[in-house]
């Protein structure tokens, strides 16, 4: 067996996207010649809890967990609920919430985890040279826990992996950022070390993948999955024509031009605002509530807050439509929301609102799971839902998708297992 550390920030009970990848490939390792050893976080502000998940790491499994000074902690003191990943840019942020953003933006590079680093490297080194460890792996965001993996591999014989399940400079907010020159300069630099640095790159998607080939060699794209049996679904369909969308929605994911095409059917086609119910599960930024009230639309929507990723499949697996929205930001070709393959699974039409030649597209033109609508395409978007509720009315809204096995959490982690092997020959 392969031992690897894995030196994750997310890892159960957090909950959300961020927990599920590398809790995956940990689930499925030792199938594969793997030892996993995982290194995480000691009382971490998670923004999002989920307990459930504790139940999927493997008996047996080694998690070291070690303090970590946060200090996102301090928004509290300003009435700031914790937030994920960029959600400290408040779109309308008051004085004080300003002078907030540029301290966390020039003052903690790459990231308000940069604490963690110099400890755990301190704690690491030892670590190391006391167990026969094959290869470390680090995974971000938050990108801080790459330079773990650099600092130990510039002071260790190691193999290192660095897993980007988002790109860094390229991420979508980082536009947002109040960034000086030279705080850009510094992430650029960083991340541009990071990747000539590591022995292997895994990225989530080919976009991301060819930006990074000016600097490694050695990419390989492993992408998000599912995980489950893949067998018929013997939930009962909604009775309702219900477009779901679950996860995070923020201000900057706003589809405008989906609630000004779900207004117009309803007032052109009183059959289909009978019918039409939209279901929006997670968090939900006020803004998007709001445009939703003035088309008009509240009587046809019902939010959910974060529920377990049991209730999470059922939901899927009951809606008529799957909803997928990815931010209209310069790098969206590049986007692929970890919830595509999960809405895989579920085998139901997956209407996304993305770039159509992004890896978005790609991977539902390839499945034969569903369709991507440009940003600025309203009349074709009202053309697709148009036709789904037909075929609803019809009791025919079904699709027959294809492929979907390669994106098991099974599939990709053997892939993974065959790199690590390789490497560490």
């Known amino acids: 067996m392969k031992k690897v550390l894995v ?3 997310y890892w159960p009970p957090a909950g959300g996207s961020g927990v599920q990848r590398w809790l995956k490939f940990v689930k499925y390792f030792r199938e594969f010649g793997v030892e996993p050893i995982v290194y995480t976080v000691k009382k971490p502000n998670y923004p999002i809890i989920d307990t ?3 139940n999927e790491i493997p008996k047996g499994v080694k998690v070291i967990k070690q303090p970590i000074w946060e200090p996102n902690n301090l928004l509290s003191l300003f009435g700031k609920k914790k937030t994920e990943s960029a959600g400290f840019l408040n779109p309308n942020p008051t004085f004080v919430g300003k002078v907030l953003q540029y301290i966390r933006a020039n003052y903690f590079i790459p990231d308000a985890r940069k604490f963690w680093v110099k400890p755990s490297v301190k704690y690491l080194k030892k670590y190391l040279k006391e167990t026969d460890i094959d290869c470390v792996i680090t995974t971000g965001p938050p990108h801080s826990l790459h330079l773990i993996g650099l600092q130990l591999k510039q002071q260790l014989p190691i193999k290192w992996i660095a897993d980007f399940r988002d790109p860094w400079t390229e991420i979508d907010y980082f536009h947002q950022l109040p960034l000086s020159k030279n705080a850009i300069k510094k992430h650029h630099f960083l991340e541009s070390e990071v990747l000539k640095n590591a022995d292997a790159v895994l990225v989530v998607g080919n976009t991301m993948k060819k930006n990074y080939e000016a600097f490694s060699k050695n990419i390989l794209t492993i992408t998000n999955g599912f995980d489950g049996e893949i067998k018929p679904v013997q939930i009962a369909l909604d009775s309702k024509f219900t477009c779901t969308h679950i ?3 923020n201000a900057d994911r706003n589809p405008k031009m989906l609630w000004d095409v779900f207004s117009e059917l309803c007032l052109e086609n009183e059959s289909f605002k009978n019918d039409f119910q939209l279901k929006l599960i997670g968090k939900i930024d006020p803004s998007i509530l709001k445009d939703i009230d003035t088309h008009q639309l509240s009587n046809n929507v019902e939010v959910i ?3 377990s990723h049991k209730e999470v499949l059922e939901f899927q697996q009951k809606s008529q439509v799957l909803l997928l ?3 209209n930001v310069p790098s969206a070709k590049g986007i692929i929301t970890g919830k595509i393959f999960e ?4 085998k139901r039409p997956i209407l996304a609102i993305a770039p159509s030649d992004g890896d978005l597209a790609e991977i539902l033109n390839n499945t034969n799971a569903g369709t991507s609508v440009n ?4 009349l074709e978007l009202k053309k697709k839902i148009l036709n789904l509720y037909a075929a609803y009315k019809e009791g025919k809204l079904q699709i027959q998708s294809k492929n979907i096995e390669q994106f ?8 993974v297992a065959e790199l690590i092997i390789e490497l560490t020959k």
Do not use: C, P, Q
């Not at 940003?375 to 309203?378: G, R, V």
């Not at 098991?408 to 892939?415: A, W």
């Open 52 to 54: 459930s998940l504790e």
């Open 325 to 327: 929205v990815v931010n």
């Open 247 to 249: 996860g995070l929605m």
């Open 375 to 378: 940003f600025d395409d309203k």
């Open 7 to 9: 030196i994750t920030y």
């Open 408 to 415: 098991h959490r099974k599939e990709l982690t053997k892939k």
């Open 343 to 346: 809405y895989l699974m579920a």
């Open 305 to 307: 807050d974060y529920v």
